[in-house]
Nanobody, 126 residues
Framework: QLQLVESGGGLVQPGGSLRLSCTASGSTLNDYPIGWFRQAPGREREGISCATRAGSITTILDSLKGRFTISRDNANNVVYLQMNGLQPEDTGIYYC???????????????????WGQGTQVTVTS
């Protein structure tokens, strides 16, 4: 059974950076496509980006492509979300999620992801 855990969130000032991590217990993360999502206060959850098990990238939210970068580190069984130039509107809970079975491809539809972490809070002060 796969359990996803996010970490790396916290308080930052505008213009700052954070590196979020997605790790897994119960199974190797390397076998699964991993997507990053976020939910701002009072807003719908939205997809950011997804990395396939082979490491190819699917951008979901094009407006963040220049500031947010997803990457895989298979040696350490972790998926990162590097966030640069953070602004107050980036505040929210950030989630990683996957699709089961593991051979499924990345998707831009939130409903296609059926295993989610509990989220990590990112707060950008103004």
């Amino acid at each position: 059974q796969l359990q996803l855990v996010e970490s790396g969130g916290g308080l930052v000032q505008p213009g700052g950076s954070l590196r979020l991590s997605c790790t897994a217990s119960g199974s190797t993360l390397n076998d699964y496509p991993i997507g990053w999502f976020r939910q701002a206060p009072g807003r719908e959850r939205e997809g950011i980006s997804c990395a396939t098990r082979a490491g190819s990238i699917t951008t979901i939210l094009d407006s963040l492509k220049g500031r947010f970068t997803i990457s895989r580190d298979n040696a350490n069984n972790v998926v990162y979300l590097q966030m640069n130039g953070l602004q107050p509107e980036d505040t929210g809970i950030y989630y990683c999620a996957t699709r089961i079975p593991s051979w499924l491809a990345c998707s831009r539809r939130l409903s296609d992801y059926n295993s989610w972490g509990q989220g990590t809070q990112v707060t950008v002060t103004s």
